[in-house]
């Protein structure tokens, strides 16, 4: 099961004692905060965790894959994660798992 | 905008948490996150997006400094993939603003280290 946002507002309610309501409006908040930031064009760093940034992508052919007709992909703006040194060096431990492969969070 | 700054701008939109509680509280959802993806676990939020992590196999390397040849571990690596609502409303905004260059290089440079040689 994947960590969403019910969690860690549970999570912050059991932890720092914050009621159901002030807990789930900060879950929100966080995130709401990263995108306003990110739509400013301004891109996020979170010590520790890693930097959202911003890239402006020019356009470029491409083709549908199932038709392998040639439809160009059109100019845009897209967000990347590079996650920080310590997160890396924390996940790059970590030993294998059923949840954890390349196939997973694609095609969804 | 640096992490102090999403503090700051979180207390400002509420009125009944401290900044403090405010600073603690986003101090312990990196650590969830974090805490997620270090033990193998996904991250899926509504409308920004999902973590997970990718598998990167063993491949023949050599160290930068004696030219000495190795061979990596294998490893997994963080992978955060935008949501729709996301992936929208930053391309939307394309077109009225400009990326901005990061200001706060000497507060939290240090962080990301392009790595990459596995040991």
């Known amino acids: 099961m994947a960590l969403t946002k019910a969690d860690m507002a549970e999570n912050l309610s059991r932890e720092l004692g914050l009621n159901k309501r002030e807990a789930k409006d900060m879950v929100e908040s ?7 930031s990110l739509e400013k064009g301004q ?18 052919p491409g083709r549908n894959p199932r038709t392998g007709e040639e439809i160009p992909i059109s100019a845009r703006r897209v967000v990347t994660f590079r ?3 310590k997160l890396k060096s924390r996940v790059a431990q970590h030993e294998g798992s059923q949840t954890a492969s390349s196939e997973e969070g694609r095609g969804e | 905008m640096i992490k102090s700054e999403l503090i700051t701008n979180i207390a ?17 959802l990196l650590e969830y996150m974090s805490n997620e993806l270090a033990g193998g676990g996904r991250i899926e939020i509504r409308g920004f ?7 990167r196999p063993p491949r ?3 160290n930068p400094k004696t030219g000495k040849k190795l061979v ?7 992978h955060f993939k935008p ?33 990459g040689y596995g040991f």
Not at chain 2, 49 to 55: I, K, T, V, W
């Open chain 1, 30 to 36: 966080f995130f709401w905060g990263i995108i306003e």
């Open chain 1, 43 to 60: 891109p996020v760093r979170l010590s520790g965790f890693g930097n959202f940034e911003l890239r402006d992508k020019n356009e470029r």
């Open chain 1, 83 to 85: 996650p920080g040194q």
């Open chain 2, 12 to 28: 400002n939109r509420q009125t009944h948490m401290t900044d403090k509680d405010v600073e603690l509280s986003v101090n312990r």
């Open chain 2, 49 to 55: 997006g999902s973590f997970s992590l990718h598998y």
């Open chain 2, 60 to 62: 023949n390397a050599h």
């Open chain 2, 72 to 78: 990596t571990e294998a490893k997994y690596t963080p």
């Open chain 2, 83 to 115: 949501g729709k609502e996301l992936r929208e409303r930053i391309n939307t905004s394309a077109q009225h603003v400009e990326i901005q260059a990061f200001t706060h290089e000497e507060d939290e440079d240090d962080d990301t280290g392009s790595g």
